[in-house]
């Protein structure tokens, strides 16, 4: 097992009840599980509690048997965290600048964004793109951190139906052929049906239901319009 969080409570200070209750949630290696569940579930919260960033009451959250330490994981933040002053092309090579096990070479990193569409960008800065484009930005430096967990909030949120559909076959691909373990939330079930292994609903009263996709793999756009995609769509969408 790749990833366990065991028993994981956690209450914002000054709230009165726990955002995370008794969370118990087991990842594999190599596996692709999504979130989902209403706004204000607490999905970004259980991203902040693997990385670090916040730390449980209760609980254990650990990553191949050692309690996860903050710099573990490949975290991409709902809200993009690009550096204003750096080019696109820096912005990216941020991870292999601070870690130095990390080998990205300036070529790398420049057919890296030709393979998102945004080839002609290197040069560009931050405020020079649409919120789509910088989405493929941050998804590109998380990536490119080279950790075994990349944990995905809302990756493609801001992007119009093609250039998701692109950025999902395109994520499934880099998953597969470099063998990450990613969790991913969306507010898209669709996309959750087509990408996953397991989803995992959070539900008002602070508990979980897991569902095994019953896709099979490797995944093709087809199945997006699949019987058995519908039906889970529907079953889910009556259970949020
Ligand atoms: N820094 C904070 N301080 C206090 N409360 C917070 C803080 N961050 C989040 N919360 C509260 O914790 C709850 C869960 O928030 P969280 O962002 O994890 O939900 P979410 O399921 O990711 O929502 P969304 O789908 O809208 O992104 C919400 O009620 C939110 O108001």
């Known amino acids: 097992m790749t990833l366990l969080l065991k028993n994981v409570t956690y209450t914002f200070p000054k709230?009165?009840?726990?955002v995370i209750d008794?969370?118990?949630?087991t990842v594999q290696q190599g596996e692709f599980v999504s979130l989902i569940g209403?706004?204000?579930?607490g999905k970004s919260t259980?991203?902040?509690?693997?990385?670090?960033l916040l730390t449980a009451d209760e609980g254990e959250i650990?990553?191949?048997k050692k309690p996860v330490t903050l710099g573990d994981v490949g975290y991409m933040p709902q809200k993009d965290l690009l550096f204003p002053w750096r080019t696109i092309l820096d912005n990216i090579m941020i991870g292999a600048e601070i870690q130095k096990e990390i080998k990205l070479s300036k070529e790398d990193a420049r057919s890296w964004l030709k393979k998102v569409g945004l080839k002609d960008y290197e040069q560009a800065y931050p405020n020079q793109l649409s919120g789509g484009m910088r989405q493929r930005v941050a998804f590109l430096r998380t990536l490119l951190t080279e950790k075994d967990v990349l944990l995905l909030d809302e990756p493609f949120g801001?992007?119009?139906?093609?250039?998701?559909?692109?950025?999902?076959?395109?994520?499934?691909?880099?998953?597969?052929?470099?063998?990450?373990?990613?969790?991913?939330?969306?507010?898209?079930?669709?996309?959750a049906c087509y990408l996953s292994d397991r989803i995992i609903l959070l539900k008002d009263d602070r508990t979980i239901e897991e569902t095994t996709v019953p896709l099979p793999r490797p995944r093709y756009q087809?199945?997006?319009h699949s019987q058995i995609l519908l039906e889970?769509?529907?079953?889910?969408?009556?259970?949020?």
Do not use: N
């Open 15 to 18: 709230k009165e009840s726990p």
């Open 22 to 25: 008794k969370l118990y949630l």
């Open 38 to 41: 209403k706004s204000g579930t």
């Open 46 to 52: 259980i991203l902040k509690l693997i990385t670090g």
């Open 62 to 64: 650990s990553l191949y």
């Open 158 to 191: 801001a992007l119009d139906s093609i250039t998701k559909k692109e950025m999902q076959a395109w994520l499934l691909s880099i998953w597969q052929e470099l063998d990450k373990t990613i969790i991913f939330i969306t507010h898209d079930l669709e996309e």
């Open 222 to 224: 087809e199945m997006l």
């Open 232 to 240: 889970l769509r529907k079953e889910l969408e009556k259970k949020i």
